[in-house]
């Protein structure tokens, strides 16, 4: 526990800092953040990171974080790289004898969709508005420590016992309404230039999809028989174990809040 505590709080000094000044530095830590994901993310299906598709999966990390305000240009450059580095995949698995198969080029496609779509969207959200970030970060802590709570408290039905053992209804419930929290405070501050009702709702949806993004992390780790995704945060695991309700909700803040 202390370990845990410890790392908590020199990964905030550290993050915290970054994600108030935003601009450049928070899109290069994005950067150096989804690269690290992308590697506990291959780590998992055996594939090495400095290898031919992991390079060619990095790669294609690099071109989907294209900041979207660079230019019209970069959607269309976007795509066709993606084409290109599908066919790059898909080639390799002749290459490799089959060594590499379809599964696994599929897999890094997925891979670099996911981590990359994920942390473009942690600046790209950040480049709005501080308060659209502190908001997501809000919703997305209340509502882990909610369905802590009210699973430990009243937790008697589980929620999905196959991927995540200790998780219950209960907590996922609890989670919801602890997410409330969030807007009813900030909008003594801050205006999120939306309804309130439809804020709150937008809110319960975010903090299902931050449940179900975490689901999703332990469904990973439940397939390829791991207990974390990686070990760099001492106490906590990965970067993947951190981030991974953010990587839903980021995405849906932008397009239920900011592209409204």
Sequence with gaps: MKVRTLTAIIALIIFLPILLKGGLILMLFSYLLAFIGL?????????????????ISALGILIIMLPQDAGAWVDDFQLKSLIAISFILLSYTVLS???????????????????????MYLYATRSEGLHYILYAFLVVWLTDTGAYIFGRLIGKHKLWPVIS???????????????????IIMLFFV?????????????????????????VESGFKRHFGVKDSGRILPGHGGILDRFDSFMFVLPLVNILLIQM
């Design 191 to 215: 205006d999120f230039n939306i309804a309130v009702w439809l804020l709150l709702i937008w809110t319960v949806v975010l903090s299902a999809f931050g449940q179900l993004g975490d689901l």
């Design 165 to 183: 053992p200790n998780k219950t209804i209960e907590g996922f419930i609890g989670g919801l309404i602890c997410s409330l929290l969030v807007p």
């Design 39 to 55: 590697k506990e993310l291959l780590n998992m299906n055996m594939i090495k990171f400095m290898s031919v598709p992991g390079l």
């Design 97 to 119: 004898k089959n060594r590499f198969s379809f599964m696994d080029a599929a897999f890094c496609l997925m891979a670099v969709a996911y981590v990359g779509i994920g942390f």
